[in-house]
T-cell receptor, first 113, second 116 residues
Framework: DTEVTQTPKHLVMGMTNKKSLKCEQH?????MYWYKQKAKKPPELMFV???????INESVPSRFSPECPNSSLLNLHLHALQPEDSALYLC????????????FGQGTRLTVV | QQQVKQSPQSLIVQKGGISIINCAYE??????FPWYQQFPGKGPALLIA?????SEKKEGRFTISFNKSAKQFSLHIMDSQPGDSATYFC???????????????FGKGTHLIIQP
């Protein structure tokens, strides 16, 4: 099983809403990532978790708040987003941080209205 | 500053031909170079990856060629098929001296179209 599952697949939210994106993997991976991808652009790293601890925060605005409740789950809490935050949000995982294969989920298509 | 430069931006190849996508990097600390394939509305899927200790790696119709001195690597898709039509991203990452890595830095992508 090399699957990373993201829910929901699509999300439309207003600028005053609070929502959460969820990511789950059952491969025993200890590193998990959030990436943001705008249309026709490459994915951009947002956060890295290693052994359930935040390892990297790429200067992401505080309206994005990551959470890693356990080794299989990764959440991204959203609050007071802007229309320019509309994008495909991708979760990925790898066995360890040390440059091993990273598997991506199908993403959540987020639209902020 | 773009750390991984990818070319061409778009590529059209006839069915059965060879598709070639090139990437160049600047950071000599990079030591892992994967290629990802992405279809519209889907997440990137790992195709093949290479480390600097080898100059070439082949998996099926996909080959990575790596030139450490030139800081360049390329993806070759042999016998290209219409189903290969997708966006391809090269990427690179590095390992911290204290262990760990800082995620993937992607090239800008190549939109590949295989014409029947």
């Amino acid at each position: 099983d090399t699957e990373v599952t993201q829910t929901p697949k699509h999300l439309v939210m207003g600028m005053t809403n609070k929502k959460s994106l969820k990511c789950e993997q059952h491969m025993g991976h200890r590193a998990m990532y959030w990436y943001k991808q705008k249309a026709k652009k490459p994915p951009e790293l947002m956060f890295v978790y290693s052994y359930e601890k935040l390892s990297i925060n790429e200067s992401v605005p505080s309206r994005f708040s990551p959470e890693c409740p356990n080794s299989s789950l990764l959440n991204l809490h959203l609050h007071a987003l802007q229309p320019e935050d509309s994008a495909l949000y991708l979760c990925a995982s790898s066995q360890e941080l040390e440059n091993t294969e990273a598997f991506f989920g199908q993403g959540t298509r987020l639209t902020v209205v | 500053q773009q750390q991984v430069k990818q070319s061409p931006q778009s590529l059209i190849v006839q069915k059965g031909g060879i598709s070639i996508i090139n990437c160049a990097y600047e950071n000599t600390a990079f030591d892992y170079f994967p290629w990802y394939q992405q279809f519209p509305g889907k997440g990137p899927a790992l195709l093949i990856a290479i480390r600097p200790d080898v100059s070439e790696k082949k998996e099926g119709r996909f080959t990575i060629s790596f030139n450490k001195s030139a800081k360049q690597f390329s993806l070759h898709i042999m016998d290209s098929q219409p189903g290969d039509s997708a966006t391809y991203f090269c990427a690179a990452s590095r390992e911290y001296s204290g262990g760990g890595a800082d995620g993937l830095t992607f090239g800008k992508g190549t939109h590949l179209i295989i014409q029947p």
